[in-house]
């Protein structure tokens, strides 16, 4: 029943910052997904023996490609496979279910927060036997190999029903569908104080968590609704649809609006949530206020001590470099490490499994820590629950506090989409050159201190790895640029900017950044060469 295909490479299965993301008309091609999946298990190896983790997030073509996912692995020796009913499983829940069963990895098929639908984006991210994706070496020895494979190897049999839980086998593989929401259900329980959660529910406290219609809604609805007691209707957007009925499952103030709009309106609930397509990012609201999630890392670190899992003291703390500097204060305070790592999650595992770190966080809104190795959008929203249980203070009111103790940090992303990658390319080299030469230069109140390519030495495997350049003003204020690694068309410039102030901490953020914004520009000369005066998504 093993078929072996004949097939030529495609030039473009070069994985990003979390897995290969494309277009779903790339992706429909015929032989894409299998030459991707065949030129993993080439790299790997020998896979008697090994066994795999499959499931997605729901999104268009999650059914198709979880079927050939199934029959490739079985074709080239796979002993089993665990595979969330229906071909759904989260990228957290992933994690913790390739931790748990001691597995060699898992494949979540998912774009992630970016659209879904024939029109938008589909996506494969591996993760190896740390439940974390895999690092930068083994991702090039991929593509490497996509570039040169000739064959692909099926097992030519009907489609398998994913829709029960329990076993079957096929071709000499076993395979086990399991409810994926019922593992990481049990894991949120380990480490949250349910029962202050609630309490706090019971006295009348309110939610509303948008599932942006992706994968999170079952674990939402059984988590917040069915345990711990939030009224039904607190989890909107429940139900995982293939093109998550239009909208962009980006928690974010742009495209969460329908949540940001109910949570600033008078009838606001006490907290908001929202988590991406794949379920790791997370967005935290109060009443007529957001938590930026720089802000909620260092948030979450500074009250570790509410945390039944965590109470009894953490590790370090790490961040992405273009991640505000507020949680470098915490980790001060507390005397506990800092590592400062580049843009994308794997960059965590190394340091989480060393035991240097127990928590981490992006300013792209992920935050997590080492009970897996993904960011985890329900875990961070579990946190804020558990926190707001044993203070009784609401999301303002924690979030207030921790400016007054640590001072804030006025941080904003801006986003230029859709510029020519050569342009960006060139933009982004000669913009290096460029910054050693800022140094000591004045612009208005700001000094440039230090201009250079941020540069990471992994402590733990010695790889280094450059990502993103930063110039850092006299007054601790910094400017980040980057280009995304997630996009699945022409290039994204980001920008990062970051102002610290220890007193004047009720301000608008865009406010007190407009001058950084404009030096911004005028140093990388963005709107001369790509025409964008305005970036096309400000968060
Ligand atoms: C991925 C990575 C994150 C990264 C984010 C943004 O998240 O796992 O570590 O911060 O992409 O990357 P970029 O700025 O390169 O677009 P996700 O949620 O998309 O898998």
Known sequence: MIKVVSTSPFSDQKMGTAGLRRKSKVVLQPGYVENFMQSIFNVIGNLQG???????????????????????????????????????ISTPAGSNIILKNHADGGFILSA?????????????????????QIPSFVSDAIYQETLKISEYKICDVPDVDLSQIGHQELCGMQIDVIDPVNDYVEMMEQIFDFTAIKNLFKSGFTMRFDAMNAVTGPYAVRIFEEILGASKGSVVNYVPLPDFGGLHPDPNMVYAKELVDFMFSDDAADFGAANDGDGDRNMILGKSFFVTPSDS?????????????????????????????????????????????????????????????????????????????????IWAVLFWLNIIAATGKSVAQITEEHWQKYGRSYYVRFDFEGVDGTIADNLMADLENRLSALVNKRYGDYIVADAGAFVYNDP???????????VRFADGSRIVYRLSGTGSSGATIRVY??????????????????????????????????????????T
């Open 297 to 377: 890392l260092a948030i979450l670190t500074d009250n570790f001590q509410y945390i039944p899992a965590y109470k009894n003291g953490i590790y370090g703390v790490a961040k992405s470099a273009a991640t505000s500097t507020s949680v470098e204060r915490v980790a001060k305070a507390h005397n506990i490490g800092y590592y400062e790592v580049p843009t994308g999650w794997k960059y965590f595992v190394n340091l989480m499994d060393s035991k240097r770190i127990t928590f981490c966080g992006e300013e792209s809104f992920g935050t997590g820590s080492a009970h897996i190795r993904e960011k985890d959008g």
């Open 112 to 132: 992630s927060h970016n659209p879904g639908g024939i029109d938008g984006d589909f996506g494969i991210k591996y993760s190896n036997h740390t439940g974390g």
């Open 460 to 470: 733990v495997d010695k790889s280094s790895t450059k990502n993103g350049l930063i």
């Open 50 to 88: 090994k066994v795999f983790v499959v499931g997605g997030d729901g999104r268009y073509y999650n059914d198709v490609a979880i079927q050939k996912i199934i029959k490739m692995a079985a074709a080239n020796g796979v002993s089993r496979l665990i595979v969330g009913q229906n071909g759904f």
């Open 497 to 538: 900017i970051e102002r610290y102030s220890k007193e004047d901490i009720k301000r608008e953020p865009l406010q007190m950044l407009t001058e950084l914004f404009k030096i911004a520009m005028l140093i990388s000369e963005i709107p001369e060469r790509t025409g964008k005066h305005q970036a096309d998504v400000v």
